[in-house]
C-alpha cells in the first residue's frame, strides 16, 4: 500500500514569492490534516479535512496560507505571499476517519526555504 | 486543552545501553497515545501506539505503556543501535486533533 504523498520535497524561494505543496494521501482515507513542524520543535496542525470539508482550520494563518481539497482525496497547501517566518517542513498526514483510535501517517514532508 | 510534554534532550548513549524516555501528557477523555519517530531528513514514522489505558506498544524491541493513572506514556528499549539514532515524538490524539511534544533527540554511539 502506498504511502502519503507530497511533493515537491525542498523548495527553495524568495521572500514574497507564493508557493504551493501538494499531497496525496493514503487510498481510502477520508481525514487529512496539514501540520508545520519548525526546527527542533513538533508539528503544529495548521488545517484538518474530513473528505472535503474544512472542519479545523484555527490555526491557518488565513491572511497568507490558503488550502483546498476540492474532490477529497488530495491536497493543496499555498503560501501568498511567503515570509522569512514560514520557513519550515510541512507535512500531510492522513487518517481513516476522524476518531481518536485511528493512527495518523504522515508524507515525509516538504522543506521550505524562505530566503 | 491537550499537551504532551518530553524530556529534553539530547540522550546520549552507548551502543546497546537501555534506553528511557519519558512523556507525560494532560487531556480530556480518553486519547490514543503514539510515538513517533523522525530520521534525518524523513518524516515521521508511527513506531508505536497504545488505544486504551494499560494497553502496551511495541515495535523493533521499543515499548511504551498507556498508564492513566500516572499520565504517562514512557518510550523503553532494552538494547539500543546506532541506527536508533533519530528524533523520538511522543503525541496524543483526542477526538478533535493530535497534539505532540517537542520531540527529544537520540543519539546512540559505538
Known amino acids: 500500500e502506498a504511502g502519503v504523498v507530497q511533493s515537491p520535497r525542498y523548495k527553495i524561494i524568495e521572500k514574497k514569492q507564493p508557493v504551493a505543496f501538494w499531497c496525496n494521501p493514503i487510498s481510502g482515507h477520508n481525514t487529512l490534516y496539514w501540520y508545520r513542524q519548525n526546527l527542533g520543535q513538533g508539528p503544529e496542525l495548521l488545517i484538518r479535512?474530513?473528505?472535503?470539508?474544512?472542519?479545523?482550520d484555527s490555526q491557518l494563518p488565513k491572511d497568507r496560507f490558503s488550502a483546498e481539497r476540492l474532490k477529497g482525496v488530495d491536497s493543496t497547501l499555498k503560501i501568498q505571499p511567503a515570509e522569512l517566518g514560514d520557513s519550515a517542513v510541512y507535512l500531510c498526514?492522513?487518517?481513516?476517519?476522524?476518531?481518536?483510535?485511528?493512527?495518523?501517517?504522515f508524507g515525509p514532508g516538504t522543506r521550505l526555504l524562505v530566503l | 486543552g491537550d499537551s504532551v510534554t518530553q524530556m529534553e534532550g539530547p540522550v546520549t548513549l552507548s551502543e546497546e545501553a537501555f534506553l528511557t524516555i519519558n512523556c507525560t501528557y494532560t487531556a480530556t477523555g480518553y486519547p490514543s497515545l503514539f510515538w513517533y519517530v523522525q530520521y534525518p531528513g524523513e518524516g515521521l514514522q508511527l513506531l508505536l501506539k497504545?488505544?486504551?489505558?494499560?494497553d502496551k506498544g511495541s515495535n523493533k524491541g521499543f515499548e511504551a505503556t498507556y498508564r492513566k493513572e500516572t499520565t504517562s506514556f514512557h518510550l523503553e528499549k532494552g538494547s539500543v543501535q546506532v541506527s536508533d539514532s533519530a528524533v523520538y515524538f511522543c503525541a496524543l490524539k483526542g477526538y478533535q486533533k493530535v497534539t505532540f511534544g517537542t520531540g527529544t533527540k537520540l543519539q546512540v554511539i559505538p
Open positions: 497504545a488505544t486504551k489505558a494499560d
Open positions: 479535512y474530513e473528505n472535503e470539508e474544512a472542519v479545523d
Open positions: 498526514a492522513s487518517s481513516a476517519r476522524l476518531h481518536e483510535k485511528e493512527t495518523q501517517y
